[in-house]
């Protein structure tokens, strides 16, 4: 017999979501950290340049594809999120699922500004055009776009930690501890994209705010897989949500 997706348990619903954090993590670790390691070079334009056409293979699949494996994974998680939260409060379960799409609808356009990077150094038509300084450093500009972009999209997850939170601490199936580290990694991600896209001396995360954001970006996937879903308190909350 078929299993149709609509049988799923809440339980397999959390697996989903525990499993589509860990890809988006490991995702995440090679296009948003070890691929920039690898080929940028901060303040020079050209060897930049130089690493991206050297190692173009490594910057299409680890850079461009796994974003493009993070994007997807993203869509599919908040989906599974808010079938799992809604029934503590429908509305703002809807707002952290928005806000978490909306989140990777900027990011995917700014996804566009690694072709141009690839199109400003391999296009032949604009190597007669422009000298290879002027492309490097275009090529530069886009990918100092690039990290602005990244950072705009991850404002609109400030609202999706936030509703998380208190989704979480209200939830009954969920620790309470959970929703409080997505609360303070909520103030974290408000600070740092206030920081980065507003005051010129901020240039880079604190440890501090860094460590906030990583605990419950990886404690809430670890009891999403190890532990599920409280049902008898999801059971209760389904019952009293289809009684309102």
């Known amino acids: ?32 950290f070890y691929v920039p390691a690898e080929l940028l070079v901060p303040g020079d334009a050209a060897a930049t340049a130089e690493n991206i056409l050297a190692s173009e293979t490594l910057f299409r699949w680890g850079a461009v594809g796994g974003e493009l494996v993070i994007l997807l994974s993203e869509i599919i998680l908040s989906v599974m999120l808010y ?27 700014n996804l566009l500004n690694y072709y141009f990077v690839l199109e400003l150094l391999k296009n032949d038509q604009l190597q007669t055009l422009f000298a290879p300084e002027q ?5 530069g500009l886009f990918l100092e776009a690039h ?38 990694a909520g103030v974290g991600y408000l600070i740092d994209t206030v920081g980065l896209l ?37 059971q209760n909350r389904t019952v009293a949500m289809g009684a309102a």
């Open 135 to 139: 492309l490097q450093g275009l090529a």
């Open 1 to 32: 017999m078929k299993t149709h997706i609509s049988d799923l348990s809440p339980t397999a619903y959390a697996r989903i979501a525990g499993i589509l954090y860990l890809i988006i993590t490991v995702a995440a670790i090679v296009a948003h």
């Open 198 to 234: 507003l005051l010129p001396d901020y240039q880079t995360t604190p440890t501090l705010i860094a460590m906030s954001i990583a605990v419950a970006e990886i404690a809430f996937p670890i009891w999403l897989l190890v532990k599920g879903v409280d049902m008898e308190h999801w």
């Open 83 to 109: 079938y799992l939260l809604k029934p503590v409060n429908q509305t703002l379960s809807m707002i952290a699922a928005v806000s978490r799409l909306a989140m990777t609808a900027v990011h995917g356009l």
């Open 147 to 184: 990290s602005i972009g990244f950072v705009l999209g991850i404002a609109f997850l400030v609202p999706h930690m936030f509703s998380m939170g208190i989704l979480i601490y209200q939830s009954g199936y969920f620790p309470k501890a959970l929703g409080i580290l997505f609360l303070i």
